[in-house]
Every structure is written in C-alpha cells, then in structure tokens.
C-alpha cells in the first residue's frame, strides 16, 4: 500500500503523487461510488494496484475551486480589465477565513494603471495589511521573486480569483516550465474567458501549488449570520466592547463597530460590504456587486 497526495483529477482518473515524487495514474474503487465519496484534488490518499483504497481525514474542503486540505489561498485580483471589487475581495477573504484556510492578497495588472490610480489602490489596501492581511502586486513579485517564494515554501496553495484576473500569467512566471494557456478579456462583458478548466497542483518552492478556474460568484461556505462577524478581524477587535456579546453590529444599541465606523477607525466600505453579506445569508443566495462604487 502507498500514500500520497491527488494532484489532478481527469475523467475518472486520480494522478497521485507520492511521497517520493512519483507521479502514478489512479482510479477510484467502486464502493467509493456507493457511499457517496469522492476524491478530490488535494486528498491524501492510500492506493495499491492503480486503484485508490482510502481516502484520509481533509483539514478543510473548498466548493470553487473543488480542492482539499490547503494550507493558503493566493487571491489573485485584477486592479482593472477586469476593474476592481473591493466586495468581491471582501467575499474571497471571508469564505477562505470560514475554512481555515490562510489568505494572501496578489493584485494583479497594476502597471496598467495610472501612478496616482495605482498610488491610491495601494493606500486603500493598507487597511487590509493593518488587519493582519498580507497585500502583494504582480509587479513586486517580480521585483523581489525570493521573498515572496518564502511564503509559499513547503505549503500548498491555491491561486484564485476571478475569470481574467492573471491567476495563469502569475503561475506562468513562478513555473515558467507549464506554459499555461493565457486569454484576453472581453471587454464588452468586462470579464476574463476561462482557460484553465481544472484543478491541477503543481510542485513548487517543496510545496504544491494550484492554478484553478475563474469564476465569478461564491457560494457561501460555512458562513451563516452568526459567524461572519468573526471573518472580519477589525470587528472581532472592535466588537469586544460591544454591550450585547451576541451583537451582530446590525441594528443593535451599544454597538462599538458601529461607533468605529462613524469614527472613521473602520472603513464604511467593509462595513457596507459586510451589511450586504449579512442580506444575502438572510436571502440565502449569493450576488455580489462587479464594480466597487465606493472607496470610503
């Protein structure tokens, strides 16, 4: 019996790399099929003859992208072409915090910017590196490729993002050997056309890292109203001086979160962000807003 790690799933077949950097191809056996288990990318598996045997424990599962047990997740972010959502990376960051899942912020395309647009993007996201979130540009990577691969040492992480945001120009550049397919966006719809259509890891830096599927909405992934509060760091510090413990920084008097955005020490933006979050959880089904109309 061997162990190791699903890498990619095509078609009915599991390529499994092992502990000692073999690659073996690997079907599922069929009682996997009558209790309702499926491997998935990521899964450290037990496998003899080609055929998987056990599944083990995951740390954590996400939906989109469909993949296990990862360390952190690298939200690849367009500042423009596709333009930038501040919601859409307020939603990334909570459905990655709900996993336990590590996330770091890479924004994307910033030499296509104006100096004062992208001197202005930069200072907004430095409330986000004062909340403990750690921010990186394409442009940085480059400039300093050694730092930025310390971070990912020995760690499997997953890029994502969405469609056209450069999640496969990025991996491009840090495995320059895959030569992943790159697309260009549509501008009419102001999206990105998807070119990679599957879950795949690849070894990097003693650790494995994925490029996955655009999309452009996220489901929520065990977040309900009660937990989100946790997902958003400044209220969790904030929101200890509250007057109710059970405050869900809605309508409730004594609310301190509240009080420190009317005093600036919390961005509205989060706040109107979280407010939306808090209706949808409500409603029950995910939309989020493409453009950001404020940056307060």
Not at 43 to 51: A, I, L, T
């Amino acid at each position: 019996m061997q162990t190791g790690k699903i890498i990619q799933s095509l078609s009915g077949f599991y390529d499994v790399l092992t502990t000692d950097q073999k690659i073996i191809r690997t079907r599922a056996r069929g009682n996997f099929r009558k209790q309702k288990i499926k491997p998935v990318v990521g899964d450290w598996v037990d496998f003899e003859d080609d055929y998987l045997r056990k599944i083990h424990p995951r740390t954590n599962e996400l939906v989109r992208p469909l993949i296990a047990n990862v360390d952190q997740a690298l939200v690849v972010i367009s500042s423009t072409q596709p333009e930038f959502s501040f919601n859409l990376l307020d939603r990334f960051l909570v459905v990655l915090e709900a996993q336990k899942v590590r996330p770091l912020i890479c924004v994307s395309k910033t030499d296509l910017l104006s100096t004062t647009a992208a001197e202005n993007l930069k200072i907004e996201l430095q409330d986000y590196q004062k909340w403990g979130y750690l921010v990186f540009s394409t442009s940085e990577i480059r400039k300093d490729h050694a730092s930025f691969q310390k971070r990912l040492t020995g760690r499997e992480t997953v890029l994502a993002g969405q469609t056209g945001a450069g999640k496969s120009t990025l991996l491009n550049y840090l495995c320059p050997e895959l030569n992943l397919e790159t697309a260009e966006i549509s501008t009419s719809l102001n999206r990105g056309k998807h070119t990679t259509r599957k879950v795949t890891l690849y070894p990097y830096a003693g650790g494995l890292i994925a490029d996955t599927p655009g999309f452009s909405s996220l489901a929520w992934q065990q977040v309900d109203s009660v937990k989100l509060p946790q997902f958003f760091p400044e209220f969790v510090t904030y929101g200890k001086d509250c007057k109710y413990r059970s405050c869900l920084h809605l309508n409730e008097p004594g609310c301190a979160v509240k009080e420190a955005v009317a005093q600036e020490q919390i961005k509205a933006r989060r706040y109107q962000n979280y407010c939306q979050f808090q209706a949808e959880l409500k409603e029950e089904r995910p939309i989020y807003q493409k453009k950001s109309t404020k940056r307060g």
